[in-house]
């Protein structure tokens, strides 16, 4: 058994996120005025063994019978210069959606966490406003219910090198046993 995880005999819950990723090519547009969603893509890890993309099991949904309990919603620019940084951080925003409505909506800045907005190395420690943003009100995720994160950007231009962003839903994961 694992740090944190729990048995009830017919469930495990343990503190775990679900990520899901997109890549930007170099001198890409940046889907100005437009929407990317996150969660929904076909390309998940059908074996739940843990990839660089996602480590969703089916797009769009967690399977039937697992749930989540959302504590933060976390952000991780990678391999990103200032000047597209501060272009997203100017013109972007997040929106998380929960059977299509929407639950959460803040700037790109707002959920910085893990290596920090700022994409660069640290020791791993996740930005503060991660760690309890929902605390008080976490955001209940059922198996089979649509989930969506859209990062949505309005007039962006083009990113001047290739970079990678990364969304975490951090908190309490349960599946059946």
């Known amino acids: 058994m694992g740090t944190g995880e729990q048995f009830t005999g017919k469930t495990r819950s343990a ?8 890549k930007v090519a170099g001198a890409a547009a ?32 967690l399977p039937a019978g697992h749930r989540h309990m959302v504590t933060a919603i976390r952000i991780e620019m990678l391999s990103t210069t200032l000047a ?15 059977s299509g409505t929407p639950v959460w909506e803040a700037t790109l800045s707002y959920a910085a966490g893990g290596m920090g907005i700022v994409g660069g190395d640290s020791n791993g420690v996740a930005d503060p406003r991660a760690i309890l943003y929902f605390d008080l009100q976490p955001i ?9 994160l859209d990062v949505i950007t309005a007039g962006t231009g083009n990113a001047t090198t290739a970079f990678f962003m990364r969304a975490y839903l951090d908190g309490v994961y349960t599946e059946p046993t």
Do not use: H
């Open 15 to 22: 503190q775990r996120p679900i990520w899901d990723s997109f």
């Open 30 to 61: 940046l889907n100005t005025n437009a929407t990317t969603a996150l969660f929904t893509s076909n390309q998940v890890n059908k074996s739940g063994v843990t990839g660089d993309v996602c480590n969703m099991r089916q797009a769009g949904s």
């Open 84 to 98: 597209d940084l501060f272009a997203m951080l100017q013109f972007t925003w997040i929106r998380f959606l929960y």
């Open 140 to 148: 209940k995720i059922e198996g089979t219910v649509p989930i969506e």
